[in-house]
């Protein structure tokens, strides 16, 4: 990969950490907001605040999705840590839980601005080149969660130290974001012709595109797993904070539900960072051994094997000490499994673009449409599971979605092998068992 390439995957990470940034410190924020004089905030509200996030992205990104196509991906990326700057301002500044809404609405529009563009540029870059195409969407997904962990991991620390003041300081981390985007990606020549040229063959903004990509029976096959799956993970990210940062009365049984300090907290959000960046890489060299369904299916049963691990580190008490120990490795073997479905998926993405080489910031788009559905249904899931049955309630929810995710996984495999047959650059290696 070539400096650009890596300025784009660069300027993902930053703009991925001042956003998980933001909702991390902001799931603190409102767990603690009466100390700030604003009301006591429930489970579900916290659910429809982070859902918020991600109905405005659901929303903007076939905009913008489509517009990257028009103007080109490398302005389009300009946009988003500008709206993101916004966001974190307004959300320093109030504790009114209607102003905070709209916050997280302007931060779904920098992610719907910046996602379909990066996405889009990538895919084009990568065109023909099967190991490239691998490792870039590997690394796309892994900056991006290695973003969002990170800020995971700062925020109740930075938090702690500097209040509401630290979302200030996160709208100077966007500025870098932008600065990263507007002078290290500019030099890939190649691909601003290649944008030129598709922008000169669309003579107008045509959101009537989607309805043609999404008659495509690939897009459709791929939208449930992918939707499921970012569902199972969404879940976690909206609730996670919220609930290991108090203890919770209500379930004196369940050993995770006893209050973390911030440290607690952060180390061990670094630990899944760690084993998920890991996979994350593992399995995004692997593109020219397995097919994208089969690292997809292998991350969904290792899904699987996380959420029952995770049921009996959560009833540990009482427990011999080999089995809480055994629990403890069969979710971080699960995690580094699950990792693989996520850089699967987009490299599946990536290559339905084959078909549609002037609309790929559309196709892209659908990453956002996708990610969001499923962000959403977690969210609303996850805070109606959590009040249910707390962390007992999250790990059930997680094991239904990622359920659901395998019920198109068998006829998408086989559209996979007919993309493959039009596309032979695309096809792995010869492997019967995969």
């Known amino acids: 990969m070539d400096r650009s390439l890596w300025a784009v995957l660069g300027g993902t990470f930053t703009l991925r950490f001042s956003t998980g940034l933001t909702g991390s410190m902001l799931a603190v924020y409102l767990a603690k907001l009466p100390e700030h004089g604003g009301p006591v905030v429930a489970a579900t509200t916290l659910a429809l605040l982070h859902s ?60 719907a601005a910046s996602v379909p563009s990066i996405l889009g540029y990538i895919a084009l870059v990568t065109a023909g080149n099967e190991v490239l195409r691998g490792k870039a969407a590997a690394r796309f997904e892994g900056a991006t969660l290695a973003g969002i962990g990170v800020g995971f991991v700062a925020a109740p620390l930075l938090f702690a130290v500097l209040g509401p003041i630290a979302f ?66 969404g879940l976690w990210f909206s609730q996670a904070l919220f609930q290991f940062s108090k203890a919770n009365p209500n379930f004196p049984a369940q050993t995770l539900m006893r209050g973390f300090s911030p440290v607690q907290i952060s180390l061990a959000a670094v630990v899944i960072g760690v084993v998920f960046g890991a996979g994350l890489l593992y399995w995004g060299d692997r593109f020219k051994r397995y097919r994208r369904t089969t690292i997809i299916a292998f991350g969904i049963a290792g899904g699987a094997v996380l959420a029952a691990g995770g049921l009996v580190v959560n009833h540990a008490d009482g427990l011999p000490i080999i089995l809480p120990i055994a629990a403890i490795v069969a979710v971080g073997a ?101």
């Open 334 to 434: 699960g995690l580094f499994v699950l990792a693989g479905a996520t850089p699967a998926a987009v490299g599946l993405l990536a290559d339905m673009s084959e078909a549609f080489p002037s609309d790929r910031g559309a196709i892209m788009g659908l990453y956002s449409v996708f990610l969001a559905l499923g962000q959403i249904g977690g969210s609303l899931v996850g805070g109606y599971a959590a009040e249910w049955h707390g962390i007992d309630g999250l790990l059930i929810g997680t094991a239904l979605f990622l359920a659901i995710a395998l019920i198109p996984l068998a006829r998408l495999r086989d559209q996979e092998h007919r993309l493959a047959i039009e596309h032979p650059e695309l096809a792995p290696d010869p492997h019967p068992t995969t």
């Open 52 to 111: 918020a996030f991600y109905v405005s992205e659901l929303v903007l990104s076939p905009l913008f999705g489509v517009l990257s196509d028009r103007i080109g991906h490398h302005r389009l990326m300009l946009l988003g840590p500008f709206f993101g700057a916004i966001a974190v301002i307004l959300t320093g500044l109030t504790t009114n839980l209607y102003i905070l809404g709209g916050t997280r609405i302007l931060e779904g529009a920098s992610t």
């Open 168 to 233: 200030f300081l996160n709208a100077g981390l966007y500025g870098v974001s932008f600065l990263i985007y507007r002078f290290g990606v500019e030099d890939r020549q190649g691909v601003e012709r290649a944008e030129r040229r598709a922008a000169a063959n669309r003579r107008r903004m045509d959101l009537g595109r989607y309805a043609v990509l999404l008659r495509s029976s690939h897009v459709w096959l791929l939208a449930p797993t992918w939707i499921a799956v970012n569902a199972s993970i």
